[in-house]
């Protein structure tokens, strides 16, 4: 295999004007194909809604050892089955939940709206995965191997720019990267094809097909629940216009997709009255005469806290939840994203042997060694087991917990603890609160280098790059070995950071999106 760092690729750009030339035009490619967020408050007051500035890129693909990028895209419809399993098993969530919910109250919230529906009876069987499996490179002597940072059930964000930041890196191959004086970024480069926001849009179309047509004579739709003020709308709205493009492509119409900020569900949406079957009505702002029927209803927001400050939220979930809309996710799918979920598939058995809830859920060998090679080790921090009195040990000492990140069960980033900061920051919660996070070890990623364009400036630097694979899974959630309708790999998003931050998040501003470059 090539070397990672070898050769002087990427080039360093060293002269300004080569630097200028391509800066303008990335800058120039970004807004014209939707390679875009809308621009920080901070920066520009924009009143009307009318700005967009370039989303934070690499100026060249990094290089990935393609023999891992391929095991993580081969593994990824094994982790779907996994996923899929999971969510199915009520009693296997409902014991984890139990473990974390007395220091979270938001797990123990989530968790309440599935027992209020369970309680009258779920109408609807299926559930709805958009997933995304995060990997970094795990340099060990001269093994490369990924490892996964983490699994996310609930709004997986970047389908949609990572696929323009493919076909960004391919335009400059093809063009740009051949006037450099350095020739290194243009002889010869391993450029895949990214599907990530078809393939997205495809999982969408697959769940709204299965819907089937309104009984109630109404035109179905998909509606998108976002946050206020979202900035990474144009991630977003990739997905709708290609879920269009699909479903004109397949002579059924355009599907109507609505964006429905979270805050609003309770004056636009409302539960067919009269109907056992609880369908779900979207009630258009502008001609509130017009009324559809919700058949998927995708979350890009709800994933935290944030999203849910006060009652009348968590009653808007609960009536999501209730309908008879396919929820991406439902909350059982939502909750099988728990880092709980992923630390319990990953720990040992004390024989050593792979853990039992693995082989719970997956059947076959294969299938599960796969899997266990993308775990790294990672802890509960119980006080009842073996491995969490371990962790409880390290994570307190001051020069043990140096590979270790504490992570508590939330997404979006921003959210956890790192190294030596770790035995303070539990000095700071009640001890009894402890059992509600897991410690993971660091991967440790071969350093790179890359240059980064983020509001138009040019960073140079270390890099540490994470790869996202995405999942489509379509599937019975209402019994332990309901059929799986639709599973695919649906492209992937790789996502680079100074190698001086912590966390990767893109939109919390600390990465930045990138491509590949199989080496
Ligand atoms: P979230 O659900 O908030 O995205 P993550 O588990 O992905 O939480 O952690 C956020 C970021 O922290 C990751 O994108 C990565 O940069 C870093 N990180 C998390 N776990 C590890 C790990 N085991 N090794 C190295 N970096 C990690
Ligand atoms: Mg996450
Ligand atoms: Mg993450």
């Not at 419809?77 to 996923?83: D, I, S, V």
Request: charged share 20%; hydrophobic share 35%; proline share 6%.
């Amino acid at each position: 295999m090539a070397s990672l760092t070898g050769g002087s690729y990427p080039p360093s750009l060293d002269d300004e004007l080569e630097r200028d030339r391509l800066a303008q035009v990335i800058k120039d490619w970004s807004i014209a194909n939707g390679l875009a967020v809308r621009p920080p408050p901070a920066m520009t007051s924009d009143p009307e809604g009318i700005l967009a500035t370039t989303a934070p890129v690499t100026i060249f693909p990094s290089p990935f050892p393609k023999s891992c990028f391929e095991e993580a895209k081969l593994i990824q419809k094994t982790y779907n089955e996994l996923y899929a399993r999971i969510s199915q098993d009520e009693e296997f969530l409902g014991e984890l939940v139990q473990e974390v919910a007395g220091g979270d109250e938001f797990i123990a919230n989530l968790w309440n709206v599935h027992l209020r529906v369970k309680m009258e009876g779920y109408v609807q069987n299926l559930a709805l995965g958009l997933f995304r499996s995060d990997y970094m490179v795990h340099q060990d002597g001269s093994t490369l191997q990924i490892k996964q940072v983490e699994f996310n059930t609930i709004a997986s964000s970047f389908a949609g720019l990572s696929a323009q930041t493919s076909q960004l890196h391919t335009y400059l191959a093809q063009t740009e990267y051949s006037l450099l004086k350095d020739t290194s970024a243009h002889a010869g480069l391993d450029l895949p094809a990214n599907g990530s926001t078809k393939g997205l849009a495809a999982g969408l179309k697959a769940a709204f097909d299965a819907y089937g047509k309104s009984e109630l004579g109404h035109r179905t739709c998909v509606l998108f629940l976002v946050q206020d003020g979202e900035r990474n709308v144009f991630d977003q709205r990739h997905l709708e216009y290609e879920l269009v493009q699909q479903s004109l492509a397949s002579g059924t119409g355009a599907i109507p997709v609505f964006r429905l900020p979270f805050s609003q569900i309770p004056d636009r949406i409302s539960i067919a009255p009269g109907s056992f079957k609880r369908q779900l009505l979207y009630h258009l702002p502008s001609n509130p005469s017009a009324v559809f029927e919700a058949a998927v209803v995708y979350l890009r927001a709800g994933y935290g806290p944030r999203d849910y400050p006060g009652q009348a939220a968590w009653e808007a979930r609960y009536q999501i939840e209730r309908s008879a809309a396919i929820a991406c996710p439902s909350v059982l799918t939502q909750l099988a994203g728990m880092k709980k979920v992923q630390q319990v598939l990953a720990t040992p058995e004390s024989d050593g042997s792979h853990s039992s809830a693995l082989r719970r859920f997956i059947k076959g060998d294969d299938k599960v060694e796969g899997l266990w090679r993308t775990f790294t080790n990672i802890f509960p921090m119980d006080d009842t087991t073996a491995a969490g009195q371990k962790a409880r040990c390290l994570a307190t000492d001051p020069a043990a917990c140096q590979g270790y990140v504490l992570k508590p069960q939330r997404e979006g980033g921003g959210n956890n603890t790192y190294r030596s900061a770790i035995p303070g920051y539990l000095q700071s919660i009640p001890e009894a609160h402890w059992g509600s996070y897991i410690l993971m070890e660091l991967i440790t990623p071969p350093p790179l280098s890359n240059i980064i364009l983020r509001n138009g400036q040019l960073e140079h630097g270390g890099v540490i790059c994470e790869l996202g694979v995405y999942g489509t899974c379509l599937w019975d959630q209402t019994s332990r070995d309901g059929k799986i309708l639709h599973s695919e790999e649906s492209g992937y998003l790789l996502r680079t950071k100074g190698d001086q931050s912590e966390e990767g998040g893109v939109a919390a501003g600390f990465g930045c999106m990138d491509s590949v470059s199989l080496v």
